[in-house]
């Protein structure tokens, strides 16, 4: 079955240094979607990508969608301690398939 | 954002009881709800796929007689762990979507089976 990978799964930060997570999926995916979790928390959606080479941006936040639609990139720049918390991206398969399938996730530490 | 709200948020029971956890959608109608399941420091894994109206999909591995998985009406999914042992002790999460929307999670249930 379709399987996503991430990593890092740790990451430790001085605060104001820049952050990167990358995702690739086994499979084509339709669309990639990025959630954050924090401690305690339930995942929240940041972002989806569906074109194949998107970038999008948030703020300090920088998402890449891969031109093969199998791989995608988180990138935080001058981290606060506001963004400490578990990266996921997670995307359901080219083919209509509604499955969300998550990566293992990166975990993200900010020291201040 | 949309608002999908979970109950309970925390529940203890006794081993060999059930427990229902309940989903629902508040502001949209979810044509698709999914049930994970979370351990400490580890990703969602998949339970079950449900459609309304629909039996639920399960992913390999999950015991459907175990979680029973109802999905009655556009705005409300249940959980069922029955009869529940420690090792089912663990975070559950549900997410609703729309028709071509992202999903939208619940705050969670954390069960503990004593």
């Known amino acids: 079955g379709q399987q996503v990978m991430q990593i890092p799964q740790y990451q430790h930060v001085q605060e104001g240094e820049d952050f990167t997570t990358y995702c690739n999926s086994s499979?084509?995916?339709?669309?990639i979607q990025w959630y954050k979790q924090r401690p305690g928390g339930h995942p929240v959606f940041l972002i989806q990508?569906?074109?194949?080479?998107e970038v999008k941006k948030q703020k300090r936040l920088t998402f890449q969608f891969g031109e093969a639609k199998k791989n995608s990139s988180l990138h935080i720049t001058a981290t606060q301690t506001t963004d400490v918390g578990t990266y996921f991206c997670?995307?359901?398969?080219?083919?209509?398939?509604?499955?969300?399938?998550f990566g293992k996730g990166t975990k993200l530490t900010v020291n201040p | 954002g949309a608002v999908v709200s979970q109950h309970p948020s925390r529940v203890i029971c006794k081993s060999g009881t059930s427990v229902k956890i309940e989903c629902r959608s508040l502001?949209?109608?979810?044509?698709?709800m999914f049930w994970y399941r979370q351990f400490p420091k580890q990703s969602l894994m998949l339970m079950a796929t449900?459609?309304?109206?629909?039996?639920?999909?399960?992913e390999q591995g999950v015991e459907k007689d175990k979680f029973l998985i109802n999905h009655a009406s556009l705005t409300l999914s249940t959980l069922t762990v029955t009869s529940a042992h420690p090792e089912d002790s663990s975070f559950y999460i549900c997410?609703?979507?729309?028709?071509?929307?992202?999903?939208?999670f619940g705050q969670g249930t954390r069960l503990t089976v004593v």
């Open positions: 997410s609703a979507r729309g028709l071509f929307s992202e999903a939208f």
């Open positions: 502001d949209f109608q979810a044509t698709t």
């Open positions: 997670a995307g359901p398969p080219q083919g209509g398939s509604e499955k969300l399938v």
């Open positions: 449900s459609n309304e109206g629909s039996k639920a999909t399960y």
């Open positions: 990508l569906v074109k194949s080479g």
């Open positions: 499979t084509t995916l339709s669309n």
